[in-house]
């Protein structure tokens, strides 16, 4: 809390901002709990829960199927990374109608600061000022809350701090203000871990300015990098300044003629040398066109405007040439253009438009079904399968492998987050036994990967009643190497396996 | 329970797409480690993430309809259900288990030589030894069909002078339960090493 690169910082947060995402999407689920979780099965993880739901003790971190547990009218579903982006994006649009420099914070989606200097000659007040800016945003479907100070943390932990302010903004005169409110912030509204909490208050530290006085190496070590870098931003040691999101690309060019041009024929390719390199910059966005509007200027200062749009947003360079010839035929050129202006609107794109842009490989399907049949011959039929997926409860249930001997084209889904994947051993491997004293010294991959410092779990898993029982409790550990294993201790046998390892 | 939506590319995902790269003309330090990098080279990849790493390699493959094939043996194999959570298409994954570094490197010089193939991976776990004259056979194949070749090694050391892209992964825990992926580039005959790529993945369920 030293420095500003700014006179007047302002911080505008819109309270979990997936969720009112979600409750706009669905908006009859306005009266019940609802949550966004990570997946939507009974492993994913909640991860912002409304009021509803934290009354009826459904908190972020639980799984969906343990919350279904209290509360059978609990509404669920993901929120895709893109549309939280996407969100974040118009947010940044509409508050840049209020201030140039809007900076969203890259950590926590639905926080943005801006900088709030010299708005007084446009406004009567900072507060009038914050009142307009928190309408725009309720008229487009948000709720926010806003602090205008001095410093990037004491305005965010102010903002986090002050839920129950229904208009206009929280507003300080000087930074001495701002640092007395801050310190008096609890802990809880900082964005703080549960687990760090909880630590933090057997320890009776409860609030910003009992936080700031903790020493911040020890921070690090015993809370963690988030934490830390919380503490850091507190003290100022982390001071950066203002980073504001770009104004938005007009998606224009320009073309000046050395002579007039008459001819429509001509006036098409001249569109099509603009057109192309729009279509790129469009692409680079992840965008699709979803209207163009071509200015052409004539001599004498008379301008024709064209706006053309095609029946769906694309990429599409040959249809859209094919539209803007039809405009051209049907228009009367005289006198002659003498400059172009074409401006591109644009739209997110789907992966498919994406795709229909790009050349498709010349790969041929039925060379790489000889190939596969001449790795067979040479080393068995069983050699070349393909995996499948089963409706198995233990890990080597869950899939199967099947012999291939036709390769399909690849239909790939996309994702909202993609995680790491594990090695895994059809023949679990017989692990040392754990010995019975904490800390234990747990050697799980012999001495060069060091003993075990840290294991996830027991995930409990048993089944096969009906032929052999199986009861294994799986945990994740990670080696002092940093190697992660995935092991399970097999309660019938009392021994420890290792099933794979995450890589 | 969640509506269908339309779905479009994250920024990072939109930047793993090399044909965006090349026609946006993004810097050339900004390397991505993509198929587009790698297409007609040897590549190996060690490390603790190099797995993860690779798995997106095979999706980015089967977003521009390259056919894919994984070499390993049955000891070394992905968690299936890890790769179909991460949107592989498993049924079009080839997928083959050779005992030996010799008969992989076989195998792949059978589907190379095909050339239906966009990237091979074999997956040499901790056998470091390849014949020589296999190797050179694969990198001439893999060039004369821009066919990308990935061995995924146990360890840091050289499968040999003909490895044109050779990098180390590493993998650091962040917050809730997310996972930072590195890989530095400790060898590249295109460019100078040491340039980075991250991906940030989660953690597979129940690891946090």
Known sequence: MKRCCVDRLACIELPSLPLQLLLQDQPEWKGFPCAVVDQDKPNGELLWVNEKARRLGILPGMRYGSALGLSSELRAAEMPAHRIEDAVQKLVEALQKFSPYIEPCAEEPGVFWIDASGLLHLYESLDVWGSAVRKALSAIGYVSIMSVGFTRFGTYAIAKASRYKKEGAVVFADPSQELAATRRVPLLRIGLTPKTLTLLNKLAVRTVEDFLKLPAAGIKRRFGDHAHRLHQLGTGDLWAPLQPAPPPDPHERVLDLDDEEKDSEKLLFLVKRLLDPLLLRLLSKGQALLEVTCVFEQEHGETLTELIRPAEPTLDAAMLMGLVRLRLESMKVHPGVTRLVMKALGVRATVEQLRLFVE?????????????ARVRAAFGNDVVVRARLE???????????????????????????RSLVRYFKPTPLLLPPRPARE???????GI???????????YVLSGGW????????YYFVELKSGSLCWVYYDKRRRRWFMQGKVA | ????????????????????RKLDGFAEEEAIFGLELIAGRLCEVSGEAALSLTISLVLQAQERSEPVAWIT????????????????????????????????????????????????????????????????RLLGLAQKHTTAIVFLSGHET?????ISLRATTRRTRRAHGEFVCELVAVKDKRRAPGWKHEEVLRGPTGLY
């Open chain 2, 158 to 162: 050289a499968l040999g002078s003909l």
């Open chain 2, 1 to 20: 329970m969640s509506a269908a939506v339309a779905v479009s590319p994250t920024k990072a995902e939109l930047h793993a797409m090399p044909f965006v």
């Open chain 1, 360 to 372: 498709k490989p010349k790969r041929d399907l039925k060379a790489a079904n000889r190939a596969i």
């Open chain 1, 439 to 445: 800390p234990d010294g747990w050697l799980v991959r």
């Open chain 2, 73 to 136: 043996d049955k000891e070394h194999a992905f968690y299936a259900p890890d790769a179909a959570a991460n949107g592989l298409d498993l049924d079009a994954l080839v997928l083959a288990f050779l005992p030996d570094a010799s008969s992989k490197a076989r195998a792949a010089d059978q589907l190379v030589r095909s050339g239906a193939f966009g990237l091979v991976v074999i997956d040499l776990a901790a056998e470091q030894r390849l014949p020589p004259a296999l190797v050179t």
């Open chain 1, 466 to 473: 009906w032929r052999k029982e199986v009861e294994r409790d």
């Open chain 1, 391 to 417: 409706n198995g409860h233990l890990p080597e249930a869950r899939f199967s492998y099947e012999a291939m001997t036709e390769v399909p084209e690849a239909q790939p889904r996309v994702v909202p987050r």
């Open chain 1, 448 to 458: 060069s990967h060091g003993p075990v410092s840290r294991s996830v779990g027991p």
